[in-house]
């Protein structure tokens, strides 16, 4: 099974390990083949705390691990 992988910035890290990333994509209208940005907020599990507001990370899908936790912090890109 493959596990969609997001990149998106933390605007978030008040809540226990856990962080809210913000995700940004490019879409194309399928008539009209103009461009426009879709922005969405995640909540994704960090173990040990370790990324901060601004950080730019990738999230990988997981299963659930709370209400609306289904992401997981893989790694910090910038």
Excluded at 6 to 20: A, D, F, R, W, Y
Excluded at 32 to 61: F, P, S, W
């Amino acid at each position: 099974m493959k596990r969609r992988i997001l990149q998106g910035q933390v605007i978030s890290n008040k809540m226990t390990k856990t962080v809210v990333v913000k995700a940004t994509v490019q879409k194309r209208h399928p008539k009209y083949h103009k461009q426009y940005t879709l922005t969405k907020k995640y909540k994704a599990h960090d173990e040990n705390r370790e990324y901060q507001v601004g950080d730019t990370v990738e999230i990988e899908e997981s299963r659930p691990l709370s209400k609306e936790k289904r992401w997981v912090v893989i790694r910090k890109v910038k």
